[in-house]
């Protein structure tokens, strides 16, 4: 009996130092995320990694969190910018925690090193001059569907340009004017904005153009549908891209121009 008891309590001992040893070995010693700031615009996505360096045999929860649901909400580390504001994201793990401060703001201020100018004759109806201007870094683009008189044909004329309203011909644009992101028979066509994130669908504005030599100083301040502004300027040489001709081959091929027909414009898709 003694020696019963004996094995008994060395069982009872044993199982003791277990379960233990597994609290002590199932720990979390550090959690980190990939970022701790961040900036969005409104209504971007983004997702935040947390990297959990633990011991142990279970893998420990990552609980996210925000410090504000309205400005910035969080589901499995993917952050949403509902509005203007700035909210703290927190991972936590057992014990240990990360935090990501993001800042969600309406306005863009993209700084500009290379200018393209493209130019494509009468592209949209006979009595104008279309051009597309680009605007590029690294990461950015800003793509401007321009409409000039019929006298510019080597570079746009200094000025002030400025977004068309909502229109239903395309006999409608006007000189010195921007066009507004459409959509026409499933294709995107007019001004956008784009970077590694997102592509936004510009709705009015106005543009500053002046020239010195070969160099353009350049002024926008452009608002997309979602009321996100995109502001800046850009100072220096612009490579010039004459399409023209190959448009008028297009044009007078069975892939005609688009045709200067009353239109419906539906911004569901840019929403």
């Known amino acids: 009996m003694k020696h019963l008891i004996k094995s008994y309590f060395s069982i009872a001992a044993l199982l003791s130092l277990l379960v233990f040893t597994a609290c002590e070995t199932n720990k979390v010693t550090s959690v980190v995320l990939d970022k701790t700031e961040a900036s969005l615009m409104v209504g971007d996505t983004d997702t935040l990694t947390a990297d959990v360096d633990y011991s142990g045999s279970i893998i ?24 203007v504001g700035s909210a703290v994201i927190t991972a936590t793990a057992s014990d240990k925690s990360a935090s990501c401060t993001i800042t969600v703001t309406d306005e863009l201020k993209p700084v500009f090193t290379n200018a393209e100018i493209q130019f494509y004759g009468h592209f949209y109806n006979d009595s104008l001059n279309n051009f597309v201007l680009m605007l590029t870094n690294t990461n950015d683009t800003l793509y401007l569907d321009l409409n000039t008189d019929t006298t510019a044909t080597t570079g746009l004329p200094a000025g002030k340009y400025t977004m068309l309203g909502d229109f239903e011909y395309f ?4 000189p ?28 009015e504005g106005e543009m500053n153009v002046s020239l010195n030599g070969t160099q353009y100083t350049i002024g926008f301040a452009l608002t997309d549908y979602d009321g996100i502004k995109v502001n800046g300027t850009y100072s220096g040489p612009a490579v010039f891209n004459d399409y023209s001709e190959q448009m008028e081959v297009i044009a007078n091929s069975s892939a005609a121009k688009i045709p200067g027909v009353k239109h419906r414009r539906t911004f569901g898709l840019f929403k």
């Open 60 to 83: 420990p929860a990552v609980i996210w969190s925000s410090s504000d649901e309205t400005i910035i909400s969080v589901k499995d580390g993917v952050v949403t910018a509902l509005k």
């Open 176 to 203: 010195m004017s921007i066009i507004p992101a459409f959509e026409f028979e499933g294709s995107s066509y007019g001004s956008w904005f784009f970077n590694k994130v997102s592509e936004r669908p510009l709705a």
């Open 171 to 174: 006999e409608d644009f006007t």
